[in-house]
């Protein structure tokens, strides 16, 4: 079982490419990205611990030695999504889950430091009392995948990984630290969020507007299929497109629009999904189908 200690945030590019080239390999699809769902062991978890400190060493100057000290303690219960580009054989995104019963996840663990509300407070305040928690802990995407059609549908298919696997394994809440971009970006999809214990944003780990958030899981895919409705509605040309901004408007809910129906729905998504199987930390990863 990987530990804080075993755990790797620096691989050689050609290891990098020789563990996708691997996989691709051992899991033959189409189109050009794929989702791996992998267990805290998986040599495509060290991969995605390394996207992840690339990109927020960048964003936030978390370099590999804070990384492990933050996301160490939560190895055994890391499930990690890493999207890979088929196209160049290398990893385009990831996100890391980690999964407990209330406290036990980063985000509640760190909270009460920031908001002044306790662990037991902030579980009161949204029924966290024994439902499974994930925390939706790390999500990354490298820049080249940030502008244009691609950027969407890697973090797409990192969100709509989420709603599939975390009811396939009964999640009943959800948890995240966002910084500003994350926090807009969510709602603009229509994910039903609410901050912990009513607290406001702070500073985190870099981020100089954060908040902590928590998601009523079984709320979220109907939250955002309506809201794609709702979007393409409000998408339809009219005597409003031809006023100032008026159509950057309309293409931005076309896009948004899009993309909650993507994530929503899963359409052209979730046969891209692959679950590696096996025991691995607390999680027992299966196939889907």
Aim: one cysteine or more; a positive charge.
């Amino acid at each position: 079982m990987t530990s804080p200690a075993t755990a790797r945030y620096d691989l050689a590019p050609a290891e990098v490419r020789r563990i996708t080239a691997e996989f691709l390999a051992a899991h033959p699809t189409d189109g050009r990205f794929v989702t791996a769902v992998v267990g805290p062991d998986s040599e495509l978890a060290a991969v995605g611990r390394a996207l992840e400190k690339q990109v927020f060493t960048e964003s936030f100057g978390n370099d590999a030695t804070v990384m492990a000290a933050e996301y160490g303690p939560y190895e055994a219960t890391s499930l990690f999504f890493v999207v890979i580009d088929r196209r160049r054989g290398m990893p385009a995104g990831v996100a890391r889950m980690i999964e407990s019963r209330g406290p036990g996840t980063k985000t509640v663990d760190d909270a009460p430091q920031h908001i002044g509300a306790d662990v037991a407070t902030i579980l009161a305040a949204h029924g966290m009392t024994g439902g499974k928690v994930w925390d939706c802990a790390t999500l990354a995407v490298l820049p080249e995948y940030r502008g244009g059609r691609s950027a969407l549908l890697v973090s797409t298919m990192i969100y709509r990984t989420f709603l599939v696997l975390g009811r396939r394994h009964g999640v009943r809440h959800a948890v995240s630290m966002l910084d500003r971009g994350a926090y807009r970006n969510l709602g603009l999809i229509g994910v039903p969020m609410r901050t912990l214990a009513g607290s406001g944003p702070f500073e985190y780990l870099g981020s100089a507007e954060n908040r902590a958030v928590h998601m009523d899981f079984p709320a979220i895919e109907q939250a955002v299929r309506e809201q794609a409705a709702r979007m393409r509605r409000a998408a339809r040309p009219g005597l409003a497109t031809l006023r100032r901004g008026g159509l950057r408007k309309l293409l931005t809910r076309r896009v948004a629009a899009g993309v909650s129906h993507r994530i929503g729905t899963g359409a052209d998504v979730d046969d891209h999904i692959v679950v590696v199987p096996g025991e691995q930390g607390v999680f027992r990863l299966d196939p889907i189908g």
